[in-house]
């Protein structure tokens, strides 16, 4: 490359870098950056719809106190430094501005430090106004709201984009090495 400090590289340098690269080693790598690319399309697909809840929650839904019913904590595995990682579920009760009860639940996973909440403890809730039903309880929601944010983005440019880059670069190669005969 002729600026060693450039990120994108030219489509001229990429003939140059897959002319000198064995052609299995070409599909191996289309392969491993298709994989890349799925994985990351499913972490969004799965982890969107919630983002798109919670955040919506956060942002323009309103906050009460609520009644903590029951939590049910579940150890799950551990965190790279041997620390225990855990599920919490914190099933709790409110009452929305118009006087309407209501329950829910919230689950937690990744919780490294669990809260110390029993039944009858006061907890903050949000809820969609139009639909009391919709709600979740404040017990790191901004932490993964914002956690979440952050990273679906991050993950679908990187995850994404950069193979559907590559994959690019690569149909343009492989259309330059077809013989003139075979192009018509």
Request: hydrophobic share 40%; glycine share 8%.
């Amino acid at each position: 490359m002729s600026n060693p400090h450039r990120l994108i590289i030219t489509q001229s340098q990429f003939d140059t870098w897959a002319n000198a690269t064995k052609t299995r080693n070409l599909y191996a790598l289309a392969a491993a950056m298709l994989l890349i690319a799925v994985c990351c399309a499913t972490a969004i697909a799965i982890m969107g719809p919630r983002l798109v809840r919670e955040g919506s929650l956060l942002w323009f839904g309103t906050r009460t106190e609520g009644t903590v019913r029951q939590t049910k904590l579940e150890e799950v595995g551990k965190f790279k430094d041997g620390a225990p990682k855990y599920r919490l579920t914190i099933d709790y009760r409110f009452v929305a501005a118009n006087g309407s009860r209501h329950e829910g639940s919230t689950t937690r996973t990744d919780v490294r430090t669990p809260p110390d909440l029993s039944a009858g403890d006061s907890i903050g809730v949000y809820y969609s106004p139009a639909n009391p039903t919709n709600s979740v309880a404040e017990h790191n929601l901004r932490i993964d709201v914002y956690a979440l944010a952050l990273f679906l983005p991050f993950l679908g440019l990187l995850g994404i984009g950069w193979p559907m880059f590559w994959a690019y670069r690569f149909s343009r190669w492989r259309r330059q090495r077809r013989p003139a005969s075979a192009r018509s």
